[in-house]
């Protein structure tokens, strides 16, 4: 009995034995397989590191105002009796606009004129006496006095007249008609506005410590919203002498050509000054950056420092074995689809240009650009 308990026993421990030689064979395959175990490449898009020559700018906001604007106001008071212009047309300089009252001027003018005419008699015959030596030196000083003061008050109702006349100081398009029939207006009070839209003014300010490097002719581009996708070209025609002790900013005024009259004054536009020097960059693609607080850095695709194992993936086009290295890289201007590298990237290297927020350092990659985006420096919408 003792006999085959022991049998028993000595057998389950030899099972035992052999279930664990079994597993701990299976467990050091499948560490050996884990430590000979290689991802698959993982697909990206490149782009080239290159060159090129930008214009460098310089950006602020800025307000368009007429070359020639003015609120076309009452000199005199008085009634409206003709309005001689409809609201929104172009008129040429001198075109007559309103026409007020003037009938208590018309009315005191001949009285004005006949007091001339007795002073004009009456220094003619003061200066035959004084010639023949009746009156003195003084009597007819006086004659004169009274002659140019018949005169002056002549000169004056009719200068009256003439202002109630108002008319087009300048050729220009006029704005919404401020005045009706019968009103009255006093002195200062406003009738229409009368703009000059082409050429058009830019005005915009810029940091004191960019003075140096701007000069009058130098070539503006002008945006607005009332212009999508298109840009005004112009030059700068003044700076101002002085600075806004304010802001420490210096005014500048560029002069544009306006020919459709799109761009009215009062609009707020974006002014780019197109500096002479074009400046020498390193540029990518923006999506090719993987953007991070402690540093942007991009994915250079590149062959490997040494063979890995497993089998070498084959890029499209491109050739075996390459793998993704992690650069840091600082960053400056953007523009359009591009952005600039100022330092850590090399000209003609490939970096991935998509997708990069899913790649790691020393991950193998096949590349395929058969359906990589067209990146441009001034893209446009297709919708616009």
Do not use: C
């Not at 035992?16 to 299976?26: D, E």
């Not at 006496?129 to 002549?154: M, T």
């Not at 695709?301 to 040494?306: C, Q, S």
């Amino acid at each position: 009995m003792k006999k085959a308990i022991i049998l028993t026993l000595v057998g389950l421990v030899l099972l035992v034995g052999i279930l664990g030689g079994i597993k701990a064979l299976q467990i050091r395959k499948m560490i050996a397989q884990g430590k000979s175990f290689v991802p698959p490449p993982v697909t990206v898009t490149t782009a080239k590191v290159t060159r090129d020559a930008w214009q460098k700018a310089l950006s602020a906001v800025g307000s368009l105002s007429a070359v020639q604007g003015v609120m076309v106001a009452a000199d005199q008071p008085g009634k409206v009796v003709e309005i001689r212009f409809a609201a929104g047309t172009r008129v040429e300089k001198g075109a007559r606009l309103v026409k007020q009252d003037i009938s208590s001027e018309q009315a005191q003018l001949p009285g004005a004129e006949g007091e001339l005419t007795l002073a004009r008699a009456n220094l003619q015959r003061a200066s035959q006496l004084f010639a023949e030596r009746i009156i003195s030196r003084a009597e007819l000083d006086a004659a004169q006095a009274a002659e140019r003061q018949a005169q002056a008050a002549v000169d004056n109702l009719r200068a009256a007249i003439g202002k109630k006349t108002i008319k087009a100081p300048f050729a220009g398009q006029l704005g919404i008609r401020l005045v009706n029939l019968g009103q009255m207006l006093r002195e200062g009070d406003s009738i229409v506005s009368l703009q000059v839209l082409n050429p058009i003014f830019a005005d915009f300010s810029l940091p004191q410590q960019l003075l140096a490097e701007v000069k009058t002719g130098f070539t503006v581009r002008v945006t607005s919203d009332a212009i999508p996708g298109a840009a005004l070209t112009g030059k700068i025609t003044a700076i101002n002498p002085e600075v806004d002790p304010a802001t420490r900013n210096i005014r500048f005024q560029a002069t544009l050509d306006n020919p459709d009259e799109t761009l009215r004054p009062g609009m707020y536009v974006t002014v780019e000054v197109l500096l002479p020097a074009p400046e020498q960059v390193l540029m990518i693609p923006a999506t090719a950056v993987l953007y991070a607080p402690y540093g942007d850095s991009v994915f250079v695709v590149e062959p490997p420092a040494r063979e890995q194992p497993g089998p070498q993936p084959t890029a499209k086009g491109g050739p075996k074995g390459l793998v993704l290295r992690q650069q840091f890289v600082q960053l400056g201007e953007k523009r359009g689809d591009y952005v600039a590298v100022t330092r850590g990237a090399k000209e003609g290297e490939q970096v991935a240009s998509t997708g990069v927020f899913k790649l790691r350092n020393g991950q193998r990659a096949v590349v395929d650009n058969s359906l990589a985006p067209e990146f441009k420096l001034a893209p446009r919408p297709h919708n616009e």
